[in-house]
């Protein structure tokens, strides 16, 4: 149940930020998918590697994502990584650490919420860059992680559909 709710959750948000204006230019960042992808995952393992080793039995990054309109001429890349707790583990409190760790750090916005199903969540979003995270807990003892990159072109015909 908890997993439909986050996914519908990431669905409301993807909603509300695609019609935002975008955060960089309109001629895009420069970087290539490839770039932006590569950026975006290390960003989820450092969000990873700031739980306590002792209470983490997995770290699972998928592999490949796909991509979202920013606007008519660019695209963002999204993934998502999941890590699972060692049971009995508060995962809030765990978010609440992390989340902690950004907000002093500087480096993101950062911003909360309790969902439809009072799951709490955390929000990192680059005011620079655009790239945004969302952590909290997905199914039960599991911290989902989804992430979005900063916008970028893709190459002249290139087909922005499939996984990236």
């Not at 592999?63 to 993934?79: I, M, N, P, T, V």
């Not at 500087?106 to 979003?125: C, H, I, P, R, S």
Request: a negative charge.
């Amino acid at each position: 149940m908890r997993r439909y709710l986050a996914a519908a959750m990431a669905a409301c948000l993807l909603i509300l930020t695609g019609c935002a204006p975008p955060l960089v230019d309109e001629e895009g960042s420069g970087v290539t998918w490839e770039q932006a992808k590569a950026t975006t995952q290390a960003t989820e393992l450092r969000i990873a590697a700031l739980i306590p080793e002792a209470l983490v039995v997995t770290v699972d990054q998928n592999d490949k994502g796909g991509l979202f309109s920013c606007d008519e001429a660019r695209h963002r890349w999204k993934g998502i990584t999941k890590i699972t707790l060692a049971p009995g583990t508060d995962v809030e409190a765990v978010t609440r650490q992390v989340e902690a760790h950004f907000r002093e750090d500087g480096e993101f916005e950062v911003t909360n919420y309790l969902d439809m199903a009072d799951v709490y969540v955390a929000v990192l979003k680059s005011p620079e860059m655009g790239e945004e995270y969302l952590f909290g807990e997905g199914d039960p003892g599991v911290i989902l992680i989804d992430s979005w990159s900063e916008c970028f072109a893709l190459p002249e015909g290139m087909y922005p559909g499939g996984d990236f």
